[in-house]
Structures are given as structure tokens and as C-alpha cells.
């Protein structure tokens, strides 16, 4: 290729320095794509998704140490250290997730094909990623995970140990639930929406889902400050409207009380919570379900 463009630039007397420069300049971005398009898709997405988790946690713990945004902490108990859960998480990881996504691509089910995805079938997906993770996290979290013979036995209890109040506790759990709890609702939806190998749709699903678990296990709820009923006022409705979008209050009344909002909580549909009237603001009181 190099070769090729040198004789046509000395063949047309363009074989001047600036000219060079220009041809290395895009001769160095084609070796940047071709770098990218040998690493197999699922390893880049895992790779941009471990980013994303890691960057947005050192965030929420600047946040913590440094008292930023601390009039929407409003979960402080935690009896283990960013540091102490840090090791377990990766263990997750690095040994559950990023094997469950390169299976996925070598099976054929995820990651190949096409390399963009019409936006119609973008959004379609994204939809059906979103009711897919609702429903599948419901099943194996409510039927599975809190069955009062399982949870120990299983290792639930280890997630449920933390408060809630450190985002990276979102994977601070045994292998076997965070296979079920966190992989299988990612991988199963995932499987099903052919979105090919198109690495925009890939690299925001897996990132808004960092995002999403980081955001609800940090002790954060950017909601606290909004008004909780417009009371008749038009122009509160709006606020109320944002405050249901953006709490962080369903998963934080799920760790306080066990048997509610299994699948419920930030950038959830909340289905299977609102169907089967588990919903923390549905469920005012019950038996805890193993804890």
C-alpha cells in the first residue's frame, strides 16, 4: 500500500514533504482501524466497558473522600473499603464477564456480522436489551438468588453485606451471582437483538449499564433535592417527572429491606417489579425474603 501511493506521488511530481507528511498521517489512522478491527470485538467492548466501570467509580470515591456532591449522599453505611472490595470485583470481571462475552462471539450469538446497525434496529434493540435485562435479572435475582435456602448457599448474602454506599459494590459478590445477577442478564438479551458487530451499539449498552449499577450502589440519589409531588402546579410536574427518572432510591430500598425492587431501580422499565407488585413503592411491608 505505502509502496503504491509513493510511485503514483513520484509518477504525478507530488513527492513533496508536506505531501508525505499527509500520506503518513493516514497511513498511521489506517494502522490505528486495522489495530482495533484484529482485537475481537467482545474483548474491545469488555475493555471499553472496564473504562467506563473504573473511571466512573474513582469518581464517585473522589466524591466520597472529598465531600463533593454530598447533599445527595444519602447512603453512608458500608462496612468495607473501596480497597477491600476492589480485588473481588476485578476477580469478577475479568474471570466471569469477559469469558461469558468472548463465548458469546465465538458461539455466533453476539459481536459479528454486520458493522452497523440501522438506527431504527439501534433503538429496537436498545429496548429489547432494556425489557430483556428487567426480566431475566428478576427471574434468577427474586426466584433464585433470595430463596432463603440459596442465598448463603449461592453467596447473595455477600452482595447484600455492603450498604449500598460504595459504587463499585454493585459487583462485590460471589462468582456464581454475579454469573446470574449481572452476565446472564447482559449476555442472554444480548444473544437475541442481532445487532451484529457494531461497536457504537456495543460500547453504550455495556457502558450505560456500568453507569447504571455504579450509580445505584454509590449512596448517591441525585433525585433527593427534587420535589416529590407537583401538587397541582403545572411547572413542578417536570421535576417530579425527573426525580422518578434519575433516583436511586428502588435498589437502596432493596438492600435496606431485602424483598422488594428485584429489577427495579435507575434505567430500569421496573416491568416484572410493577407486575408482580414488588415494587418498593408498591410493597409497603412483608416478610424479608433470606437475607
Same mark, same amino acid.
Given at each position: 500500500?505505502?509502496?503504491?501511493?509513493?510511485?503514483?506521488?513520484?509518477?504525478?511530481?507530488?513527492?513533496?514533504?508536506?505531501?508525505?507528511?499527509?500520506?503518513?498521517?493516514?497511513?498511521?489512522?489506517?494502522?490505528?482501524?486495522?489495530?482495533?478491527?484484529?482485537?475481537?470485538?467482545?474483548?474491545?467492548?469488555?475493555? #471499553?466497558?472496564?473504562?467506563?466501570?473504573?473511571?466512573?467509580?474513582?469518581?464517585?470515591?473522589?466524591?466520597?473522600?472529598?465531600?463533593?456532591?454530598?447533599?445527595?449522599?444519602?447512603?453512608?453505611?458500608?462496612?468495607?473499603?473501596?480497597?477491600?472490595?476492589?480485588?473481588?470485583?476485578?476477580?469478577?470481571?475479568?474471570?466471569?464477564?469477559?469469558?461469558?462475552?468472548?463465548?458469546?462471539?465465538?458461539?455466533?450469538?453476539?459481536?459479528?456480522?454486520?458493522?452497523?446497525?440501522?438506527?431504527?434496529?439501534?433503538?429496537?434493540?436498545?429496548?429489547?436489551? #432494556?425489557?430483556?435485562?428487567?426480566? =431475566?435479572?428478576?427471574?434468577?435475582?427474586?426466584?433464585?438468588?433470595?430463596?432463603?435456602?440459596?442465598?448463603?448457599?449461592?453467596?447473595?448474602?455477600?452482595?447484600?453485606?455492603?450498604?449500598?454506599?460504595?459504587?463499585?459494590?454493585? $459487583?462485590?459478590?460471589?462468582?456464581?451471582?454475579?454469573?446470574?445477577?449481572?452476565?446472564?442478564?447482559?449476555?442472554?438479551?444480548?444473544?437475541? =437483538?442481532?445487532?451484529?458487530?457494531?461497536?457504537?451499539?456495543?460500547?453504550?449498552?455495556?457502558?450505560?449499564?456500568?453507569?447504571?449499577?455504579?450509580?445505584?450502589?454509590?449512596?448517591?440519589?441525585?433525585?433527593?433535592?427534587?420535589?416529590?409531588?407537583?401538587?397541582?402546579?403545572?411547572?413542578?410536574?417536570?421535576?417530579?417527572?425527573?426525580?422518578?427518572?434519575?433516583?436511586?432510591?428502588?435498589?437502596?430500598?432493596?438492600?435496606?429491606?431485602?424483598?422488594?425492587?428485584?429489577?427495579?431501580?435507575?434505567?430500569?422499565?421496573?416491568? $416484572?417489579?410493577? =407486575?408482580?407488585?414488588?415494587?418498593?413503592?408498591?410493597?409497603?411491608?412483608?416478610?424479608?425474603?433470606?437475607?
Amino acid at each position: 500500500m505505502l509502496k503504491r501511493r509513493l510511485r503514483l506521488m513520484i509518477r504525478r511530481k507530488l513527492f513533496r514533504p508536506n505531501a508525505v507528511v499527509a500520506l503518513f498521517a493516514v497511513l498511521e489512522d489506517e494502522r490505528k482501524v486495522d489495530v482495533l478491527e484484529k482485537i475481537p470485538l467482545s474483548i474491545l467492548v469488555w475493555a #471499553a466497558q472496564m473504562a467506563v466501570f473504573h473511571a466512573v467509580g474513582l469518581f464517585f470515591l473522589c466524591c466520597d473522600r472529598l465531600g463533593w456532591l454530598s447533599r445527595y449522599k444519602v447512603r453512608r453505611r458500608e462496612p468495607l473499603t473501596y480497597r477491600e472490595m476492589l480485588p473481588r470485583v476485578l476477580f469478577n470481571q475479568i474471570f466471569i464477564l469477559l469469558p461469558a462475552m468472548v463465548a458469546l462471539q465465538y458461539t455466533g450469538l453476539a459481536f459479528i456480522g454486520v458493522s452497523h446497525i440501522s438506527i431504527a434496529h439501534f433503538v429496537t434493540a436498545m429496548l429489547i436489551m #432494556a425489557i430483556g435485562h428487567d426480566i =431475566v435479572q428478576y427471574v434468577f435475582h427474586r426466584f433464585v438468588l433470595h430463596r432463603p435456602n440459596l442465598i448463603r448457599r449461592l453467596g447473595h448474602s455477600i452482595h447484600h453485606s455492603t450498604g449500598a454506599s460504595i459504587s463499585i459494590s454493585a $459487583c462485590y459478590m460471589s462468582p456464581v451471582d454475579f454469573f446470574l445477577e449481572i452476565a446472564l442478564p447482559y449476555v442472554i438479551p444480548l444473544s437475541l =437483538v442481532s445487532a451484529g458487530a457494531d461497536r457504537g451499539f456495543h460500547i453504550l449498552i455495556a457502558s450505560l449499564g456500568a453507569i447504571g449499577g455504579l450509580y445505584e450502589h454509590s449512596g448517591y440519589d441525585f433525585a433527593a433535592r427534587l420535589p416529590k409531588a407537583d401538587n397541582g402546579k403545572l411547572h413542578l410536574r417536570p421535576l417530579v417527572w425527573l426525580r422518578t427518572i434519575v433516583s436511586s432510591q428502588a435498589h437502596g430500598e432493596h438492600h435496606r429491606r431485602s424483598n422488594v425492587s428485584f429489577s427495579d431501580g435507575f434505567g430500569s422499565p421496573g416491568i $416484572c417489579d410493577t =407486575v408482580f407488585k414488588t415494587r418498593w413503592d408498591l410493597l409497603k411491608s412483608g416478610p424479608t425474603i433470606g437475607r
